[in-house]
């Protein structure tokens, strides 16, 4: 599992695009990462609130999205991915209306607005 998320040589070059698509993003939030260690990408980044939750659900994706690129045999790259979290974003979108908590979710997706 270590391999497959953190040692890869194509998956390094992953979360390293991750992260500078994170600090482009979040000029403006107090949560600037300047790298993310194995123990971050394992078991995410200990911190409260919404910055944190986006960044960690951020981490949980783009693992889920490795595995994914495995099992069809491809690289993970970044504009898959941002693919992924578009299409993860608008889902939510439409679970949060449902449920009349779309201010909750705006401000969870605005840390990478």
């Not at 099992?71 to 009349?100: H, L, T, Y």
Request: charged letters at 30%; aromatic letters at 12%; hydrophobic letters at 40%.
């Amino acid at each position: 599992m270590v391999h497959l998320f953190v040692d890869c040589v194509h998956v390094d070059n992953f979360w390293n695009d991750l992260l500078r698509m994170w600090q482009e993003k979040n000029t403006v939030h107090n949560v600037m990462i300047e790298s993310l260690s194995a123990k971050n990408i394992l078991f995410g980044i200990l911190g409260r609130g919404w910055e944190y939750k986006m960044l960690n659900h951020l981490i949980l994706l783009g693992k889920k999205y490795i595995d994914f690129a495995r099992v069809k045999g491809r690289k993970p790259n970044i504009r898959e991915f941002k693919c992924r979290i578009d299409f993860v974003k608008k889902m939510e979108e439409g679970i949060a209306s449902g449920k009349g908590k779309l201010e909750k979710h705006n401000l969870k997706w605005s840390y990478l607005i």
